[in-house]
């Protein structure tokens, strides 16, 4: 397996265009000071490397701006040659007067441009100034191996990176001119575990005058297909970063025993996500609706050896939670049962799911709660991994049949077809079980759908779900969820509840990285918090920035198909 020496090149960035050159090329030598195999043969600066996304105006934004064959990105391109190695540099570039695009320009060691990505999602008061890209996310071929582009806040959404991996991806290079901490600390990490690519960022340093923020925060990082840091610059440094890559690892999008995280999707059902602002509903919601706060709660279990024992301990949890007000609670995935035992004998477990369910309804009726419960389905020869809502009056609500099946389930569950959201009180309530939240299409979908709430029956089998992908799927969402882990999952980590935070909000970047509350690991645990989801109706993450509304679904035709490359 071939192996890449690649380098982030953090600094910070003036107001002066001749000095931030100069300053560029200089680092672009410093980097390139290694000899050897040390020596990087690919290389990242940081966003609008030219000047910093803050004008007077118009005209000034296009002053300060390059063209793609200018003395700036010329210079660029020599250095390239001149150390035999692939620089990709970003810049605001000209386009028709007076237009300006954030453009990420991959420049190989020949010193030729082998290709450039338009920013599609730009960040509040960029869009004064810079327009909005024009044409879809590519991958590129190089020695190197596939490099795709995308910028910045484009990282804050799933669209633009899955595309990219669903592409063929390899390699994501992700330049940075954040004032957060939550894009090296979150969505880079998840953006890279969720596809298995390799991800490179890298951000300015210094400080942003009169800015959103007092600082660009530095962080530059390159993280593995699994969402590890493996090499990260500091917060405050002008510093080069190296690590050594293997591209080919990203070919692999194995977790755990035969399940693939691009060959597992069902981009047949995935219709929502090229649907325009005018066609999903949650764009029709009001957003100032007023919706009553609910106290919820995951209750941790998992079975013990004996369903009846697990029912008694899971009731008596439940009774718990409920004497403290909770009215909205979500049990784990499949809780009741042994996993395996039930690729044995789904029929014994569908007839017990049967018993379990009519005793939730009793508990839900007596108590005047709900209860999100994950069992075992029959209809006809067939069986279903499915989560039923119940509501106060032992009523069923609806139920969501799991569409992304395990490995193990694929023995004997069939996948369900449908992302349906239903109507509670306390706001829209849509539903994913297991390995559904791996698939970032699914939280997306039921967010288009309308979803406020998502209620999550889990089990926690790889490393990156609990530590960063779920925290993601509420954050690129904007909405409340709650995620209840079975105790026996192989990842030791507690269940989780995650409010969306009110915008605005002070620092800017909370409210794109929320902070989950937890629980303990192990059996008869639980967690509970108050729940606001109307502060999700309002899906904007900062001024004139908003995370449903910007999407460009014109562009997102690649997820609606089985292959993982080729043109769309």
């Not at 690649?6 to 050159?21: C, I, M, P, R, S």
């Not at 250095?79 to 300006?100: F, L």
């Not at 692999?252 to 060959?263: C, E, F, P, R, T």
């Not at 009726?365 to 075992?376: K, N, P, W």
């Amino acid at each position: 397996m071939s192996s890449v020496r690649v380098a982030v090149v953090q600094y910070a960035v003036g107001n002066d265009v001749e000095q931030n050159l100069s300053k560029s090329l200089r680092f672009i030598d410093l980097a390139c000071a290694p000899t050897g195999a040390l020596k990087p043969a690919l290389m990242l600066l940081p966003e609008v490397c030219n000047h910093p996304s803050r004008y007077r105006d118009q005209e000034h934004a296009y002053g300060v701006a390059v063209t793609l064959t200018g003395p700036f990105v010329t210079a660029v391109a020599a250095k390239a040659r001149e150390h035999a190695t692939h620089i990709a540099m970003n810049a605001t570039v000209k386009g028709p007067h007076p237009q300006v695009f954030d453009t990420t320009i991959l420049i190989g060691p020949d010193g030729h441009i082998i290709g450039t990505h338009e920013k599609q999602y730009l960040f509040g008061p960029e869009g004064d100034c810079i327009s909005i890209g024009r044409t879809p996310g590519r991958v590129y071929e190089t020695s190197v191996g596939r490099i795709g582009l995308y910028i910045c806040q484009e990282g804050l959404i799933p669209e633009s990176s899955r595309v990219l991996a669903i592409e063929g991806a390899q390699i994501l290079l992700n330049p940075l001119n954040s004032g957060g901490p939550d894009e090296g600390d979150l969505h880079i990490p998840a953006r890279a575990a969720e596809n298995r690519c390799w991800v490179i960022s890298c951000n300015n340093v210094g400080p942003i005058p009169g800015a959103h923020a007092r600082n660009f925060v530095g962080g530059s990082a390159i993280v593995d297909p699994t969402g590890r840091v493996i090499a990260q610059a500091s917060e405050t440094k002008e510093e080069v970063v190296y690590a050594t890559i293997f591209p080919e690892l990203a070919d692999d999008k194995k977790v755990g025993s035969d399940n693939d995280l691009l060959a597992d999707r069902r981009p047949e059902l995935y219709g929502m996500l090229t649907a325009t602002n005018e066609e999903v509903p949650v764009c029709a919601q009001p957003a100032d609706e007023i919706l009553p706060r609910v106290r919820v709660s995951a209750i941790q279990v998992s079975f013990d050896g004996d369903i009846s024992r697990t029912l008694i301990r899971t009731i008596d949890a439940i009774r718990h939670v409920s004497a403290a007000g909770t009215r909205f609670v979500v049990l784990p995935e499949l809780s009741f049962f042994d996993r395996d035992q039930v690729a044995v004998d789904p029929a014994a477990a569908s007839r017990a799911s049967t018993d379990v369910f009519q005793q939730l309804q009793a508990l839900s009726r007596e108590l005047g709660i709900y209860i999100v419960a994950s069992l075992i389905e029959a209809e006809g020869s067939r069986y279903f991994s499915t989560a039923y809502l119940l509501g106060p009056a032992g009523d069923l609500i609806g139920k969501y049949r799991q569409v992304h099946l395990w490995s193990s389930e694929r023995r004997w569950a069939s996948p369900g077809n449908e992302f349906p959201v239903f109507k509670t009180p306390f706001g829209q309530v849509g539903m994913m079980i297991g390995y559904d939240g791996l698939m970032p299409e699914t939280a997306r979908i039921l967010t288009l759908q309308g979803a406020d709430i998502l209620a999550y029956p889990a089990t926690w089998r790889v490393d990156s779900e609990p530590s960063v992908i779920v925290v993601e799927r509420a954050a690129e969402n904007r909405v409340c969820l709650i995620a209840a882990a079975r105790a026996d999952s192989e990842v030791l980590r507690g269940s989780m509840i995650i409010q969306a935070d009110r915008f605005p909000c002070f620092p800017h970047w909370w409210i794109r990285s929320p902070i989950p509350v937890e629980c303990s690991p192990g059996n008869g645990m639980h967690v509970s918090s108050g729940l606001a989801a109307m502060y999700g109706r309002d899906k904007r993450d900062f001024d004139k920035t908003d995370q449903v509304r910007n999407r460009r679904p014109e562009f997102y035709g690649a997820l609606l198909r089985d292959s993982r490359r080729g043109p769309v």
